[in-house]
Each structure stands twice: as structure tokens, then as C-alpha cells.
């Protein structure tokens, strides 16, 4: 089996979030055990495997993404990093478009540009207020202005006062797992706008999964399908947006809300290639 490593959402290497892309052969699904086998000794935020489809079919690959712990129901870095693989290999459409068909979340569409950026079409994610859940302030450290729950997606979208407060906050990852597991939530999503004007981003944000073998995701596509929703209207703005995940690694990700589905554009990097021997 070849794997290869891509970093997703950046330009360059060693930036952005690296998935682990696995392009399987036409047949059958290998043993999910053997799966996150596969995704547990890569130790990528998500590791991503793709099966093409017979012809003429209403998708063209079939996709999951594993933690190193866990099969998770949407990821979009490792969906954007398999879009590169497959564009890199000479396996897409004569369109530039691909259609995955993901287990939980439908029909996911990528298509690769001219000047190699990749725009998915995911699912938007409109965020619900909620009460602040308790143990969430002492957590995170301070208390957030507001919290969302975003339905499907499973995250707490939670809003700081500014962006140094996101870039600045140092979590208990352990009180966020517990809370996360207690709530049933997937991860915790915080955010701001962004401090200054001309900045190039209009918001930043930071995503915590500890629960689930994520300490920190570096950058999170899904986690803007309720972004861009919530900074549109938040923002009074009906056009493309640009989030900035203020991870030690960082990313951009540019967003676009179209009535109840986000086109999340970025680029991505091969950093290595390689064959699994066992």
C-alpha cells in the first residue's frame, strides 16, 4: 500500500495540517482494525483512505479518515491533502472535479484550480447558542463570550473576547476531554475576530480533541463549515472569508457560504511518499 504524507491548507512544507492519504486499490474495504492500525502508527491528526468507485456512479471515491484512536464522520484537511494525491497521480476527472462519498455527511465535491488551490464543497454547520457548559471557563482558562453547538459536526463553538485571547490560551486538555465526553461532543472550536484590519484574515481560530487523540488539530477545515456561517452573519458579510488557525504550525483557509453548503479553498504540499511493507 503507498502512503504519503501532505500538508494541507499552506504553500509550503512543514506548515498547514499533515494528513496521512491512502489511495486503495478497486475491491473491497480492508479490516477497519487494520485501518487504524494504518492511522495509529502514522500519528497524523487524520489519516485519510480513498476507494475508487466503478464508473458513471454518482461518486467517484469512496472516503474515510481515522484518528490515531479513532474513525471520525468528516475531515476536510485530509480530504483537501487527498484531492492533491489524486491530482498529483493523474487520477481526476478531466473536469478538475471529484466526488467522494463520505459515510456521514453525503456527496463531498473537490476541485483543483489552475494554480493548484482546491476548493471543497462541504456541508454548512449553523451554530445553535447555548448555555455556557460548566467547567468550560476554568478549562480554557477565562470565561468565553458565547457558546454554539453545531448540530451534526459535533463541536463547541466558543468565542473569546479577541484574538490574543485565542492565540494566547493555554487549555487543561485533560478538563477538555472530560468535558467534551461529558457533553458528547467531538472537540471544542474557539475564536475571534481578527484584531486588525489589512491582516489578511478576517477571523482566527484554535481546535482542541483531545478525547480523541488530538491534542490541538493544526489547521481544521471542517471546523470552518460553522465558522464561516457564524462570522458571516456575525460580520454582516455575504462573500468569501479567510480564517486563520493560529496552531503553532498555521493555516489559512478561505471560506465562502452558499446557501447551506461552505466552499473551503487552500493548498497543499507532498512531503513524502512511501510503501507500507507489513
Request: aromatic share 6%; glycine share 10%; proline share 7%.
Amino acid at each position: 500500500m503507498r502512503i504519503q504524507i501532505v500538508d494541507a491548507f499552506t504553500t509550503r512544507p512543514f506548515a498547514g495540517n499533515p494528513a496521512g492519504v491512502c489511495l486503495l486499490p478497486a475491491g473491497e474495504w480492508p479490516d477497519d482494525t487494520r485501518l487504524q492500525q494504518i492511522a495509529a502508527e502514522l500519528n497524523h491528526a487524520e489519516t485519510a483512505f480513498a476507494l475508487p468507485l466503478p464508473a458513471r456512479g454518482e461518486a467517484d471515491w469512496e472516503i474515510r479518515w481515522f484518528t490515531p484512536t479513532v474513525e471520525v464522520g468528516l475531515c476536510g484537511h485530509a480530504t483537501l491533502a487527498t484531492a492533491h494525491s489524486l491530482d498529483r497521480e493523474g487520477l481526476l476527472p478531466a473536469s478538475g472535479s471529484v466526488r467522494f462519498r463520505s459515510r456521514f455527511h453525503g456527496l463531498l465535491i473537490a476541485h483543483t484550480g489552475e494554480e493548484g488551490e482546491i476548493t471543497l464543497d462541504f456541508p454548512a454547520a449553523p451554530a445553535i447558542e447555548v448555555p455556557v457548559p460548566g467547567g468550560l471557563a476554568k478549562a480554557l482558562g477565562l470565561r468565553p463570550e458565547a457558546t454554539f453547538r453545531t448540530g451534526a459536526l459535533g463541536h463547541l463553538l466558543t468565542v473569546l473576547p479577541d484574538e490574543a485571547a485565542v492565540r494566547g490560551l493555554r487549555p487543561d486538555l485533560g478538563a477538555i476531554a472530560a468535558l467534551t465526553r461529558r457533553e458528547e461532543l467531538w472537540g471544542v472550536i474557539v475564536t475571534a475576530a481578527a484584531a486588525a484590519p489589512g491582516s489578511g484574515y478576517d477571523f482566527v481560530s484554535r481546535f482542541f480533541v483531545p478525547a480523541n487523540g488530538i491534542p490541538e488539530d493544526p489547521v481544521t477545515g471542517s471546523a470552518h463549515t460553522a465558522l464561516a456561517p457564524y462570522w458571516s452573519a456575525r460580520l454582516g458579510r455575504s462573500g468569501v472569508l479567510t480564517g486563520f488557525q493560529a496552531s503553532a504550525r498555521t493555516g489559512l483557509v478561505s471560506t465562502e457560504l452558499r446557501a447551506d453548503r461552505v466552499l473551503l479553498t487552500g493548498h497543499a504540499v507532498t512531503v513524502l511518499e512511501a510503501t507500507l511493507r507489513v
